[in-house]
């Protein structure tokens, strides 16, 4: 009845008749499954299908009559249809949310307006060390998105994703340098090859190209990611690069950037704050990045598609020297 895939410590559970679903359905940001039931299939205890790796569980089931969809924790339920007519199910997902729905030709319209919803939740991707291993074996099917905004939401994700790759392998410390008694960090660009690499690594699961060459006519940005959407088209997003204490940072979050993205062609673009300010590096004067935003940039208009994220690169002490001290 039903068919289990084991890949390290990931195993997926898939309902026999519907063995065509992979890790890499689940594994996408956003995913939607479909499939007609028929012969009162809902009415039956039966799991359509369940991943399990260590801090992550993702199923979806029949019982009662009904479809339910859990994600670490949290759980949507369709509306109820215990008959033997053919229905048709959904089963949808993203990064902020879970859903399932049943539709009942012809009367689709009324079940629509019965339906839950989506039920909203804390962002959530698979982890990135299962990814990977999805990855290493081949595991992972591409496809196109939906517009540009679907791969600016997905790129603006992976750019936190990117900084929380930078704290837990400690590669902060490479964007530093020792000058006599002090520290220094090393010059944008190649913070920015740094950061592009990692970005490379999501676009390689996700579908998505980073470059830092330049495409923007006579000027250089300083990264940008492409990516195929949905018509056979492609999507561009500019992304500017500054050190919170750059003499140019307001200049090229008003001015470069908007220039890059219309060059482009696009209404997206991402202005990446660089946030070095260390114990031993006083810069710049500001508290925190959101401080330096909001004093120097919160003023300045802006496309409701343009998106402010910083990056903390902070030289901290290791917990054994501030243990000492």
């Not at 997926?12 to 479909?34: K, N, Q, W, Y």
């Not at 020792?178 to 960090?185: A, C, H, R």
């Not at 690499?197 to 990611?225: P, Q, W």
């Not at 300045?300 to 917990?319: D, K, T």
Request: charged share 20%.
């Amino acid at each position: 009845m039903y068919k289990s895939r084991i890949l390290g410590a990931a195993r997926l559970e898939v309902l026999a008749e519907m063995d065509h679903i992979s890790f890499s359905d689940i594994c996408r940001p956003t995913g939607t499954i479909s499939f007609v039931a028929f012969d009162g299939f809902l009415s039956h205890t039966r799991h359509i299908f369940k991943l399990l790796y260590p801090g992550y569980e993702f199923e979806v089931w029949t019982f009662d009559g009904k479809v339910h969809i859990r994600r670490n924790g949290y759980q949507q339920t369709s509306p109820q249809y215990l008959g033997n007519g053919p229905c048709r199910v959904f089963i949808m997902w993203d990064v902020h949310s879970i859903a399932c729905s049943v539709f009942l030709p012809p009367t689709a319209q009324e079940l629509a307006s019965e339906n839950n919803g989506s039920l909203a939740t804390p962002m959530t991707l698979p982890p990135a060390e299962l990814v990977r291993l999805l990855r290493t074996e081949n595991l992972l099917k591409n496809s196109a998105y939906l517009d540009a905004g679907d791969v600016f939401s997905t790129v603006v994700d992976c750019l936190s994703l990117c900084e929380a790759d930078i704290r837990r392998h400690g590669l902060e410390k490479s964007v530093w340098v020792d000058v006599g008694d002090q520290i220094k960090p090393i010059a944008e660009p190649e913070i920015s090859r740094l950061v592009a690499t990692l970005l490379s690594s999501h676009g390689a699961i996700r579908n998505f190209d980073v470059t830092c060459e330049s495409i923007a006519g006579s000027g250089k940005v300083d990264f940008y990611v492409i990516a195929p959407v949905t018509g056979g088209g492609l999507a561009r997003i500019p992304i500017e690069a500054k050190k919170a204490e750059s003499s140019k940072f307001v200049h090229g979050f008003q001015t470069q950037l908007p220039e890059y993205m219309a060059r482009i062609g696009t209404n997206y673009g991402v202005y990446l704050i660089y946030w070095l300010k260390s114990p031993r590096y006083p810069y710049p004067p500001q508290v925190d990045s959101v401080a330096l935003e909001i004093e120097t940039l919160r003023s300045i208009p802006r496309s409701p598609c343009v998106r402010v994220i910083s990056l903390n690169l902070s030289f901290e002490h290791s917990p054994s020297k501030q243990k000492a001290k």
